[in-house]
Structure formats: C-alpha cells, structure tokens
C-alpha cells in the first residue's frame, strides 16, 4: 500500500504524466547475482519527454561505480552513473531531476554487476513515465512572437488584436499593405501613427501614375525609425523604383524633400524587427513632370552639369578615366556619346561606361615567362599583374609588376610598355671543386664544369659555345662548307664517344640556320687570311637550359685586353698522347689556363700555310702559356674569362678560336676572333632572325 502512494504522490507532480511501466535489476528484490546485466530502451514520442524515477537502489559502492553500476543515456550521451545505496529523498534530489529525455527523444539504461560481491544487496527499481513537453514555458526557441498555447503533444501560436499570423504560423505582424495607384497626392503614414510602429511589420504602400509623370515625396521632420548605436538600420524604410532601391533610411534623420524618384511606379516599404517602440514616419506624396536625372550612368560625368534636366535637353556624357563606352554589349574605344532627355524622365540613348579591359598579356608561348596566379587573372583597368621566370636558369629582365592602363595598355611601373623577357642567366656553372691539375697541356673537365662548350663532328671537328636558348656562335671557318640545316651539335657533356646521339644525357640539336659574318672572305682554298673569323648558329628548336647545358655571357664593347691577362681555352681538340710525344684528338672535353700575348708579340704571326704570313688584324688576339694551347680540331671553341680555376663568376666568351701553327711544333700560341668587336653584329643579326 506503501507504494502505491508513493507512486500517486510522484505521478501528481505532472498534469499529463502517463505511467508506462517499471524498470529494475535483476533479481529485485532478492538481490542480484555477479555478472548480472540488464540493457533497457524506449523512446518518447513527439512533443513528449521521458523520465525514470528511481524508487529504491542499493547497489555495492565503488570508486567512480567501476564496479556494479546503472548507467543512464539521452540519445545516446551518457547523462547519469550511479552506483552506492542512496534513500529516496536523496535520489528525488540528486539524481532523478536529470533523469529525462529531450522532447521527442530516447532514454537508455544499462547495469552490470562485477564477479563478486562482499555482501548480499537487492538492486535497483524505478519507473519510466510518459509525459507532455511545455513548448510555451520549456522550450525558448518556441519562437511565437505573441502568444504561446500549449496542448498535449504541441503548441501553437496567437496574435493581438489587430496582428496577422504570417505564414511561418509563428510571427505575429500587421496588414499594412496599401494600394494607392491612380492616386495624384495623398499621405503615408507607419501603422499606429503617431503611436510606435508595429513589430515585424512588413508594410508595403504601392503608388503608380501616369508614364508622363513622376512621383514626388515629401517627408515630414518628424522621422523615427529604429537604428544602431553604429548607424547601422534594424528596423528601415526603403523606397523602391524599376530603376532601382533608394535606401534604407533609419535614424531620426528623414529623406530629402522634396524627394524626386524618378518614376511613376514606386513601392514604398516599412520592415521591423521584433523590438523597439519607434514612431515611425509620415510624408505627402504628389505628382509632377518627369525630368531626366543628372546622372546618366555610373562612372560618368555630363555637360552641362546641372540637378535635373528637362524634356529636349542633350548632354555629352564623358566616361570616367579607364572606363569606355559599351554600346548594345560591344566595347569601343570611345570614352564620350551624347544623350537627349525624354518625357518619360529617360536619357536616350544609354550606354554604360566599362573599365578598359588589357586583356591577357602577350607573352611568348614557351613558358618561361609566366604570370603569377594566371588562372584568376583581372585584366581590367587598374588591375595589376606580375611576371616571372618558371626557371632558375633564366633572369627577368624589366620590371615585374605592370598596371592596367586607362588607354587599355599594360604599363610598368616606369612607363614601359613592352612586356618584360625572361634572359638566359649566363657564364654561372653550377659550383664544382676545383681541379689539382694544370687541349695541349691541358686537363679534363667536370661534367656541368664549362656547359656551354658544344661539339661539333661533321663535316669536321671543331667547337661552338652557346650564347642563348637558341644561338651559339663558332669560327667561321668551321661552318663555311655547311649546308644551313645540316649542321649537327652536341651538348651536356663532357666525352667525345661515337656514338653521341644515344649516349645517356647528352643533348642533340640541329641547326636550321648558319649566318658567317659578311666580311668574312670565304671560299680561299690556301687560308692565310681569318679576318671576321665568326659565325652564328641558329637551332631547330629552344633547348632545355640545365645544369650540364648553359650559355655563357657575351662580353661589353670596347672592354680591351691587358698583356698578360689569364683566361681558360677548352676543346676536344688535338692533346698529348701517353709520355707527351704524338698529339691524339681527346676523347674528354678538357681546359687550361692561358694568358694573352702583347699585340707587338701577336704581330709576329707564323706561316701556316704555303710558308705564307697570315694576316693579323685588330680584330684578333692571340694567347697562350708555356706548355698549354688551343690544338687542331679546338677551332670555334671558347676563349673565357676569368680563369675557370679562380671560380669567379659570370664568365664572359672573350675569344673563338680560330688559327695559329701546328701544335706540333709547340709555339703554344694559338689566334682568337676577338668577340667584343661583334657584339653588336651578334644582337643585331639575332633580333633580325629570331
């Protein structure tokens, strides 16, 4: 009997409480056995919450219930552990008030007992009950504006007199929505005038006139409407037109009057938020002739400036700086149109002003130059760009960033139009250790060491040096007898095997163009004569720059040698053979160490062919050093500074070689076609061939 009134007593509580049924342990209440269990579900339906009601636990005690416990889950989260003996006061306290699902939600609970128990105890017993969830006084999102009614598995909501229950069923708001077309003059008022507005006002006022008239408001001083300590519009009056939304205004500020639209159809509109006691506004509405407006359009002026303009007025419009006309969605050059005002208040013709639009920046198509971040590219006026090189072994030569013009051009930030170019960076071989040793006397080189040495082997051995990704330069006298297209080089390496052309890493290029310098004498069967001893070689294609293939500098005019200079000679020429006697052509590409010779010493010239003097002219050189030379077989092939061993860097191409006497005969003094007195010949033919 005991129970039963305790269980009355606990379903009073709640008005809609159902009873659904009983949950315990086990063997309640006759206690519970080791490693009993128990797992128990149920779930609330919509609008309802479920609870437990612990009645009785006596459970063994254990730090944090690791032991026997009942655990407790809303929706899956744990919400309640319970382990110990606890009297019914001290669980109507502590642990039933948390013992409840979310509306509409699950309740779970588990026990478990361990292996052993010191003593004997009953257990757990509790029930579960059903009951209505008070959306109006539980739950704060309930969201009715007004009033709130609660009913056994939902709630509704209900307005003031006077108030409208929006389609959301939750937002109490006014009919205010006037349709005053037809009308010539009238007032507008917020609802409640002079009394504060509504809340969740929505309020539209439609006006509509003749096509030959606009609409003109007046608004009184008096002006209301909510506004932010920042200035920011909560509550906010707009007044919309077919050309646009004027607007909003808040504050106690009103609009200007006389308030000119423009338009004989205007839609004046009222929005509140759900707070506030603002009063509102009032104005006079009347009608009058159109005029045209001062502007035209956006980014524009107009001549004559004046505040409204009247029926058979014309204006030229001018586009602001960087902005052109866009007549029917095509794009001229012109910045200027004229426009006649209308009857209806509309300039006629109206075209829009654009921003000059650059375009993508012709760049070559090889991709070294590149623009940075190209796929959001903005080419319009006052866009700005930036260049790079996509390689380490180019340099950018000019400016990086280039600025959209207002005449549709790219400019640098120094004036230039023409687009930067990404310059092979030249004479910088990649570090290498420098050789112990000291061509003819010379010593082998690194693989990478001198990369811009290319070999050439038909129709005759020789050598050229590589000047840009395109052009190399040789003797004349190597390439003379070459068909244009026939000439085969060979790059990114160090040996001279047979067969180049398979060898791993070795870079193959064909020529498609030979250019001998034209006051070179060609065609002299006994050569005593190399004056203009040079020639350009032009590439089938642009080779991939690397660290085993690089060009090198050309030299500044009139840069002049000193007696006695120290440079380095390389080639696959002629060398000693073993113990230094019969000369051999070199299976490596080696280098030495020579020194330039005084003119007065280079005058001296030896007879090379047909005991003949050869002819020495300012437009050579002549070097060498005790045991070291350019050989047979070395002519075209670089003369540089500095000395390769001093590791200085850019390394400039100084001198092709070009004659001297039988390296049989160890004179080691070999004839170089001084590059600096071409060089501008080298420019030139090159942009004229590129």
């Known amino acids: 009997m005991s129970h039963l009134s305790l269980l009355l007593l606990l379903l009073a509580h709640s008005t809609y409480s159902t009873l659904l049924g009983w949950v315990e342990s086990p063997g309640y209440p006759n206690g519970y056995s080791p490693h009993a269990s128990l797992n128990w579900s149920r779930c609330a339906p ?33 919400i309640s552990v319970i382990c110990g003996e606890k009297e019914f006061k001290e669980l109507e306290s502590t642990v039933n008030p948390w013992l409840v699902s979310s509306p509409g939600g699950c309740l779970s609970l588990s026990f478990y007992s361990d292996y052993s ?148 159809h205007v839609l004046i509109r009222l929005t509140s938020d759900g707070y506030g006691a603002n009063k509102g506004f009032t104005l006079h509405f009347k009608t009058r002739d159109k005029v045209c407006p001062e502007v035209v359009t956006t980014h524009s002026t107009v001549a004559p400036q004046q505040q409204e303009y009247s029926q058979g007025q014309t204006v030229t419009v001018t586009c602001d700086l960087g902005y052109v006309v866009n007549t029917h969605g095509i794009k001229t050059l012109s910045t200027q149109y004229e426009a006649t005002c209308q009857s209806t208040g509309l300039w006629t013709p109206t075209y829009s002003c654009e921003p000059v639009n650059c375009g993508s920046p012709a760049i070559p198509e090889d991709g070294i130059l590149e623009v940075v971040a190209s796929e959001n590219l903005n080419t319009q006026y006052k866009d700005q760009i930036q260049f790079n090189c996509s390689s380490k072994y180019y340099r950018l030569e000019g400016d990086d960033s280039y600025t959209c013009s207002a005449n549709g051009e790219w400019v640098s930030s120094d004036g230039q139009v023409k687009m930067p170019k990404c310059i092979e960076d030249c004479g910088k071989p990649e570090k290498h250790p420098p050789s112990a040793g000291r061509i003819l006397g010379g010593q082998d080189a690194k693989l990478g060491e001198i990369p811009w040495h290319l070999l050439i082997r038909v129709p005759s051995r020789g050598g050229a040096s590589l000047i840009s990704d395109q052009w190399a330069v040789t003797a004349a006298h190597v390439v003379e007898n070459v068909e244009q297209t026939s000439l085969r080089l060979y790059g990114g390496m160090v040996i001279g095997a047979t067969n180049l052309d398979t060898f791993p890493g070795v870079v193959v290029m064909d020529s498609d163009r030979i250019i001998i310098h034209p006051d070179y004498i060609q065609g002299i069967t006994d050569r005593n004569n190399f004056d203009n001893d040079i020639a350009l070689i032009r590439l089938a294609s642009r080779v991939n720059l690397g660290p085993t293939l690089l060009p090198i500098c050309l030299p500044e005019v009139n840069t002049g040698f000193v007696e006695g200079e120290q440079g380095t000679v390389s080639g696959w020429g002629k060398t000693e053979g073993k113990g230094g006697t019969a000369l051999v052509t070199s299976g490596k590409l080696k280098y030495a160490p020579i020194g330039v010779y005084s003119t007065e010493e280079c005058k001296n010239t030896p007879n090379i062919e047909n005991n003949k003097p050869t002819v020495f002219t300012e437009n050579m050189f002549c070097a060498g050093a005790d045991g070291k030379d350019s050989c047979q077989k070395d002519s075209g092939g670089p003369f540089f500074v500095p000395m390769l061993a001093e590791g200085s860097e850019p390394y400039s191409l100084r001198g092709i070689v070009s004659w001297g006497p039988p390296c049989e005969e160890r004179q080691y003094k070999g004839y170089y076609t001084k590059v600096e007195n071409y060089v501008d010949w080298i420019k030139e033919t090159i942009e004229k061939n590129s």
Request: charged share 20%; aromatic share 8%; hydrophobic share 25%.
């Open 117 to 264: 128990n010191t003593k004997s105890h009953t257990g757990f017993r509790g029930f579960y009950t059903d009951q209505d969830f008070d959306e109006c006084q539980d739950d704060p999102d309930n969201r009715c504006t007004q009033f709130c009614h609660n009913f056994i598995g939902g709630y509704h909501c209900s307005c003031r007199h006077g108030y409208l229950l929006d389609t959301d069923k939750h937002t109490c708001t006014v009919n205010c929505a006037k349709d005053l077309s037809g009308l010539n003059s009238g007032e507008i008022s917020s609802p409640s005038w002079p009394a504060s507005y509504a809340e969740n006002a929505n309020c539209q006022y439609t006006l509509s006139v003749g096509d030959h008239l606009q609409l003109e408001l007046n608004f009184a001083e008096e002006f209301d409407v909510e506004q932010s300590p920042d200035g920011q519009c909560i509550d906010a009056l707009r007044i919309e037109t077919p050309s646009g939304t004027l607007g909003p205004f808040c504050g106690r500020t009103p609009p200007q009057s006389p308030f000119l639209t423009h338009s004989n």
């Open 46 to 78: 919509q609008g309802h919450t479920l609870s437990i009601r612990l009645v009785h636990l006596n459970l063994e005690d254990s730090q944090d219930c690791e032991n026997d416990a009942v655990k407790v889950y809303s929706n899956g989260n744990l």
